[in-house]
């Protein structure tokens, strides 16, 4: 029971905090948290701590939790990562996506959905799936996460032409079973859309 209610904070506070609903310099306490939960302050403890792993939040002495600001050079850590993880990701993909995993990549490009963020975290987790790799899956997902963070910020950081301009190739490219194409055409996407983000942030 403990340890659902732990996951559970966890979960919580970790979408408060990635939707800014939880703005950073927010200092989070284990003794208020765990009343709004109804809970003891064990499964709080732990999820703050899971927090902290994540860099989501830093433990302030006798103080509680503090919740943690994007930096520019955290901005630019993290697509740097995201262009060698998600490349290989795309290159493990091309030799094992299924027919339908490349009809929903098609489906999601011609689109113009409402909701940038969300479309584009189902692009990159879709072949992140196909990539066969769960280790993979959840780390670009943890990337993803901190690309939310950032858009959070400002949702217009980067408006749907240019968050789709290089998807077709990297679909091109897993369609023809191009394992080092869908790599290359990955972190080229990944490198345009650091250029963009990091004039507005």
Same mark, same amino acid.
């Given at each position: =029971?403990?340890?659902?209610?732990? $996951?559970?904070?966890?979960?919580?506070?970790?979408? *408060? &905090? &990635?939707?800014?609903?939880?703005?950073?310099?927010? /200092?989070?306490?284990?003794?208020?948290?765990?009343?709004?939960?109804?809970?003891?302050?064990?499964?709080?403890?732990? +999820?703050?701590? =899971?927090?902290?792993?994540?860099?989501?939040?830093?433990?302030?002495?006798?103080?509680?939790?503090?919740?943690? *600001?994007?930096? /520019?050079?955290?901005?630019? *850590?993290?697509?740097?990562?995201?262009?060698?993880?998600?490349?290989?990701?795309?290159?493990?993909?091309?030799?094992?996506?299924?027919?339908?995993? /490349?009809?929903?990549?098609?489906?999601?490009? !011609?689109? /113009?959905?409402?909701?940038?963020?969300?479309?584009?975290?189902?692009? $990159?987790?879709?072949?992140?799936?196909?990539?066969?790799?769960?280790?993979?899956?959840?780390?670009?997902?943890?990337?993803?996460?901190? =690309?939310?963070? =950032?858009?959070? &910020?400002?949702?217009?950081?980067?408006?749907?032409?240019?968050?789709?301009?290089?998807?077709?190739? &990297?679909?091109?490219?897993?369609?023809?079973?191009?394992? *080092?194409?869908?790599?290359? +055409?990955? @972190?080229?996407? !990944?490198?345009? +859309?650091?250029?963009?983000?990091?004039? @507005?942030?």
């Amino acid at each position: =029971m403990e340890n659902s209610k732990k $996951h559970d904070i966890y979960e919580a506070l970790r979408q *408060e &905090i &990635i939707a800014r609903e939880l703005k950073p310099g927010t /200092i989070l306490n284990e003794g208020v948290l765990a009343k709004q939960h109804g809970v003891s302050r064990t499964p709080v403890r732990e +999820a703050l701590l =899971m927090l902290s792993v994540e860099n989501l939040v830093n433990p302030l002495p006798r103080a509680g939790y503090l919740v943690t *600001e994007l930096t /520019i050079r955290d901005v630019q *850590e993290s697509f740097h990562l995201r262009e060698l993880v998600e490349g290989e990701s795309a290159r493990l993909a091309a030799t094992r996506i299924s027919s339908a995993q /490349i009809d929903h990549l098609r489906e999601i490009e !011609i689109g /113009i959905p409402p909701y940038v963020d969300k479309m584009n975290r189902d692009f $990159h987790l879709t072949i992140a799936r196909a990539s066969g790799s769960e280790r993979l899956y959840k780390l670009v997902g943890q990337m993803l996460d901190e =690309m939310s963070r =950032m858009l959070a &910020i400002d949702p217009y950081m980067i408006e749907p032409p240019q968050a789709y301009r290089g998807h077709r190739g &990297i679909i091109d490219a897993l369609d023809a079973r191009d394992p *080092e194409g869908a790599q290359d +055409a990955m @972190r080229q996407h !990944i490198s345009a +859309a650091k250029s963009r983000v990091m004039e @507005r942030f």
